[in-house]
């Protein structure tokens, strides 16, 4: 027996040698598995999302955000055309119910908003509850209730709300400014009247403004649908942080032409605390009139898109004291460039009064710095 085990054992022995020496000696299969390691390596620093895959659902986000979104419903007198005979007594006379031609008939109006404190805050649109007479919130475990109006502002479209309910469920604040085009977002509302409806898209851009669709502009723009009835209502990101109050539409006719807008929360909130605190918005002033540079001018001077030519100075205001003069070509407000100037606009309207500001223009080719005490942005009536 151990001459036959002495028999078996060399030839086994002797073909495990010869394996591993040619294991060894093949460069083809030591250099495959070094190269796959670093081909790996060269596709994951040029895509560093290679092999991630975002969420199959976005039901958190929805059951995170649901909750703060609220149907509107503002019930308006729409006028009516007064029939020519409604004076004459013998026409009353004889249609006894004449006065009910006087009367006017309610309507309601569709819309949405978001709450955004426990204690009844709700922000919308203006344009939502604009001639209301009545305003319904209904929320969305079912209950509803009568809105007190806190306050509007025509300039950017926002109203805020109050209603008397607890067990409110405010939303939860995003980060607009660090939203990137791209980014996948819901859109929560109330449209056509149907009930609370979630729609789905990216961010398309932002700071969208030159649209008339009010006097300060800084909209994220989304391919999310949105149609009549969502005014008012949620923008909010993955994690159902609200992004933004969906406001608009591009209305070219076509239901699905994919273009909405929706005005920044952080905007949105600061213009509630404005009216909820001081019951108007209070915004900065710097008292001038401007337009945008020629091209061909800006170019010559080495400005690009990037600056304003004053062509009126309101007198005794914040600018015509700190020695701006018409002419004055403005580049920029705190070091932060004008462009068209619409972003000069908008940072000096988020200023408050009696606070300073340093303006960058140049005059007769020269460049100057002045310091402007800012006023209060007059009151225009709605």
Aim: net charge negative; glycine share 10%; proline share 5%.
């Amino acid at each position: 027996m151990k001459k036959i085990i002495d028999y078996l054992i060399w030839p086994a022995f002797t073909g495990l040698l010869a394996a591993a020496i040619a294991i060894f000696a093949s460069p083809s299969l030591t250099k495959t598995d070094s190269d796959n390691d670093k081909l790996n390596r060269v596709v994951s620093a040029a895509n560093p999302y290679e092999g991630w895959s975002g969420p199959a659902s976005y039901s958190f986000a929805v059951k995170t955000a649901a909750p703060s979104v609220v149907n509107i419903y503002a019930r308006k007198l729409p006028s009516k055309r007064r029939y020519p005979f409604i004076d004459d007594p013998l026409f009353r006379h004889y249609f006894n119910n004449a006065n009910n031609l006087m009367q006017r008939r309610l309507q309601s109006a569709l819309g949405s908003g978001v709450i955004v404190s426990d204690d009844g805050y709700i922000l919308t649109n203006n344009h939502v509850i604009d001639d209301a007479v009545e305003i319904v919130v209904l929320v969305h475990d079912g209950r509803e209730a009568l809105a007190e109006v806190v306050g509007r502002d025509t300039e950017t479209d926002l109203a805020v709300l109050k209603v008397d309910l607890d067990r409110l469920t405010p939303a939860t604040l995003g980060e607009p400014a660090k939203a990137n085009i791209g980014d996948v977002v819901l859109a929560i509302g109330n449209p056509f009247g149907v009930g609370q409806t979630v729609t789905q898209g990216i961010i398309s851009a932002t700071g969208r403004y030159g649209l008339d669709l009010s006097n300060y502009e800084n909209y994220i723009q989304t391919d999310a649908a949105i149609n009549p009835g969502n005014s008012g209502g949620a923008l909010v990101d993955v994690n159902g942080a609200l992004l933004g109050i969906n406001t608009a539409i591009l209305d070219d006719g076509n239901p699905s032409v994919g273009i909405s807008f929706a005005i920044p929360a952080d905007q949105a909130m600061q213009v509630m605390r404005n009216l909820v605190e001081n019951g108007r918005v209070i915004r900065g002033w710097l008292g001038i009139e401007a337009q945008p540079l020629n091209p061909q001018i800006a170019d010559s001077m080495g400005l690009g898109g990037n600056g304003v030519v004053v062509v009126g100075v309101y007198k005794n205001g914040p600018a015509h004291i700190a020695g701006l003069k018409p002419g004055d070509i403005i580049t920029h407000i705190d070091d932060a460039p004008v462009g068209n100037g619409r972003n000069g606009m908008n940072q000096i309207a988020g200023k408050k009064p009696n606070e300073a500001v340093l303006v960058d223009l140049i005059r007769n080719g020269q460049h100057f710095r002045l310091s402007a005490l800012l006023a209060e942005k007059p009151v225009i009536s709605s």
